[in-house]
């Protein structure tokens, strides 16, 4: 089992519930790997802004994703996304096999 596990990239034992939480640092940092592109997200915010977000703004963020972690919460229009497809790369593009799906 535990073999089975592993080779499908799935971790066993499950992390500690704890292991999952941020610091508002480790956030900050990843917000600033994000691309410098200036086309906003479905929800109207662009990775310019978020990286320009003040110290509170970024801790108040970091509570705000801890919080549906413990919780387990996630609204519900953070769990809806748009599938386009992308064609492989040397495929036939008029094979619709020949593409792969992505979520935005």
Same mark, same amino acid.
């Given at each position: 089992?535990?073999?089975?596990?592993g /080779?499908?990239?799935?971790?066993?034992?499950?992390?500690?519930?704890?292991d999952?939480?941020?610091?508002?640092? %480790?956030?900050?940092?990843?917000?600033? /790997?994000?691309?410098? /592109?200036?086309?906003?997200?479905?929800?109207g915010?662009?990775?310019?802004?978020? /990286?320009?977000?003040?110290k509170?703004?970024?801790?108040?963020?970091?509570?705000?994703?801890?919080?549906?972690l413990?919780t387990?919460?996630f609204?519900?229009?953070?769990?809806?996304? %748009?599938?386009?497809t992308?064609?492989k790369?040397?495929?036939?593009?008029?094979?619709?096999?020949n593409?792969r799906?992505?979520?935005?």
């Amino acid at each position: 089992m535990e073999g089975e596990v592993g /080779r499908l990239g799935i971790m066993w034992p499950p992390p500690f519930p704890g292991d999952l939480f941020l610091s508002p640092a %480790k956030l900050h940092e990843t917000v600033l /790997r994000f691309p410098k /592109r200036k086309v906003p997200g479905t929800d109207g915010i662009s990775t310019a802004v978020l /990286r320009q977000l003040p110290k509170r703004a970024m801790v108040a963020m970091n509570n705000v994703f801890n919080g549906m972690l413990k919780t387990g919460h996630f609204p519900e229009a953070w769990k809806k996304g %748009k599938v386009i497809t992308i064609p492989k790369p040397g495929k036939n593009p008029r094979n619709p096999g020949n593409h792969r799906p992505i979520t935005l």
